[in-house]
């Protein structure tokens, strides 16, 4: 059984700063990719930014040059640190780790609101 849980978000002015966490526990394949996926209401979730083992990372458009993600393999958990957020980035934020199987941690709200 493998776990996430999450932790950092909250609500912050635009241009503001959030860095997100997850801690991953259990059985977890040694070959894995985890990510940060988000989900605003009424949209279908999407991918933020992943790293795979090795460190090779994956951005979706709107976060590169914003959000960088990073990983401690020895710790099992994934950070990334969002910089100068926008009202448009307000969304729930999943932790992901996806091996043969996909897991999700339980998700943490981020909003950008003045």
């Known amino acids: 059984q493998v776990q996430l849980v999450e932790s950092g978000g909250g609500s912050v002015q635009p241009g503001g700063s959030l860095r997100l966490s997850c801690a991953a526990s259990?059985?977890?394949?040694?070959?894995?990719?985890m990510g940060w996926y988000h989900q605003a209401p009424g949209k279908e979730r999407e991918l933020v930014a992943r790293?795979?083992?090795?460190?090779?990372?994956t951005y979706a458009d709107f976060a590169k040059g914003r959000f960088t993600i990073s990983r401690d393999n020895a710790k099992n958990t994934v950070d990334l640190q969002m910089n100068s957020l926008k009202p448009e980035d307000t969304a729930v934020y999943y932790c992901?780790?996806?091996?043969?199987?996909?897991?999700w941690g339980q998700g943490t709200q981020v909003t950008v609101s003045s």
């Open positions: 992901n780790l996806s091996t043969r199987y996909n897991y």
């Open positions: 259990g059985r977890i394949s040694s070959i894995n990719v």
């Open positions: 790293i795979f083992i090795y460190g090779t990372t």
